[in-house]
């Protein structure tokens, strides 16, 4: 059984920081493209990051290029979002998602984790 599950959202000031993880199980982590998703209230899912099985390719949304961080270490199957300067435009459930392959970006992932909130006061 495949399992994402995201960590570390929570309640931030404009500017701050903050690092979300996402631990996959029941699959092999390093064999997979991973991304984040965000999706705030009354707005579509949005992508915000890739990254390709190494680590080595990573693909960014512009609303936070330049910002945000996505990274991987396949030691602890652990896919990161590194969260910088951030925004109240920032605020959404934040997801990580895995699939279908190795690849740095898909228009579809096959496995989705619950979310984690990310609330960013002004």
């Known amino acids: 059984q495949v399992q994402l599950v995201e960590s570390g959202g929570g309640l931030v000031q404009a500017g701050g920081s903050l690092r979300l993880s996402c631990v996959a199980s029941g699959i092999t982590f390093s064999t997979y493209g991973m991304a984040w998703f965000r999706q705030a209230p009354g707005k579509n899912r949005e992508f915000v990051a890739s990254i390709n099985w190494s680590g080595g390719s990573s693909y960014y949304g512009d609303s936070v290029k330049g910002r945000f961080a996505i990274s991987r270490t396949s030691a602890k199957n652990t896919l990161y979002l590194q969260m910088n300067s951030l925004e109240p435009a920032d605020t959404a459930v934040y997801y990580c998602?895995?699939?279908?392959?190795?690849?740095?970006?898909?228009?579809?992932?096959?496995?989705w984790g619950q979310g984690t909130q990310v609330t960013v006061s002004s």
């Open positions: 998602a895995a699939g279908p392959g190795g690849a740095a970006y898909y228009p579809t992932y096959n496995y």
